[in-house]
């Protein structure tokens, strides 16, 4: 081969070589790109935690009174922010609908409030470990003089049941009560509201956990019953909602109120609101014989 040809294919080569190194480094990712932050890395730089909340007294309420948030959740978390140092900034109110989409778009870090854990919310965000259960029971009208011997008296066209928007509870309704109509109240409306549609006589029933029930009869006694009280329709970890892909961040939250709840504390946040013997509860490690 001539040297002019052979120095005509070594640059050829070359340029090619050199277009490939130019294009793969035009098409590859900069070094000096930022990462998106994570929640857990969010948190820790500036030493907060937004959390969104839903009403649902006694989980979480505000005080009419005072207008100070109180409830469960809200004192448990409270407590792990002063564990971890972190001061806990109560953002905005969500609705039930709405929760799981603020949550996954950072619009807060974690929704705090306390939410009865369904299959809805587990394909979309993770969770915290829960601590509580809440048993479901049904509830109707004190002075209603009809008689329901079981359940399923009520799986019927010619009742109605009331429910929120977005709660959790319309999975229980749905499936024990397919063909009872529906009432539906706004994703922002609380148990109180539910009961009053079922006084009013708008709807004949309603499905919900005796602890919220019981925050409203302690104030208003002798309006509702539980219909069947050794038949509760299902029974709902209680948790709070987090970021679906920071497995850090949900570490943290759940050691922490690991920590609340085997040190005692959550015994005392329960008897503060009356409701020491109103959810299920986690067994206590216990010794093992040798």
Known sequence: MKISHV???VGLSAAVAFGTVRYVASTAPSSGAAAKESTFERVTRTGTIRCGYSVWNPLFYIDPQTNEKRGIFHDMMEEVGTRLGLKIVWQE???WGMVTESVRNGRVDMACAGYWLNP????LVATSAPQLYSPLYVWGRQDDPRHFNNPEELNSD?????QTEGSAEIQSVAKRFPKAKVLSLPELDTISDEIETLLTK???FLVADASSVSTYTARNPGKIKNLFPSQAMNVYPTVMLLPPDDLRFKEVIDDTLRNVEYDGTLDDILKKYGKEHSYLRNPLPVNRAP
């Open 7 to 9: 120095l005509l294919v």
């Open 93 to 95: 109110e969500i609705g």
């Open 120 to 123: 809805a919310r587990i394909k």
């Open 158 to 162: 010619k009742v109605t049941v009331v």
């Open 202 to 204: 708008k709807a004949d």
